[in-house]
Structure formats: structure tokens, C-alpha cells
């Protein structure tokens, strides 16, 4: 399974983001129950980059 060309261009989007502010991304990976691209950075934040290539954070 791969990534849509939408979850893509919003990956490289947030990781500049959060590189941009000192913030360590620590993990990257495509759940492949949900197809969303999960980043897990800093202290607690979640990143979820849906099929669509909407961006919920929690």
C-alpha cells in the first residue's frame, strides 16, 4: 500500500512545520487498517493525514 499523492504533498508540508520549530519527529508510518499516514513528534503530538489529504492533529 502507498500513500496518495495528497498525503504526500501534506506530509512534506507538516514535517517542514514542525522541523521548522525545533519539534523531533519521531515516527512516520501508513496504518494500513485506516490508510492514514500517522506522525508522532514532540511531546504527545499526533499528526493524522487522511486518504484525502485532510490534517487532523490531537
Do not use: C, W
Not at 15 to 43: K, Q, W
Request: net charge negative; proline share 2%.
Amino acid at each position: 500500500m502507498q500513500p496518495t499523492f495528497e498525503q504526500l504533498k501534506e506530509l512534506y508540508r507538516v514535517s517542514v512545520e514542525l522541523t521548522n520549530m525545533y519539534v523531533s519527529i519521531h515516527l512516520v508510518r501508513l496504518d494500513e487498517r485506516t490508510s492514514n499516514v500517522i506522525v508522532l513528534a514532540g511531546d504527545g503530538i499526533e499528526v493524522y493525514i487522511h486518504f484525502d489529504g485532510e490534517v487532523t492533529i490531537a
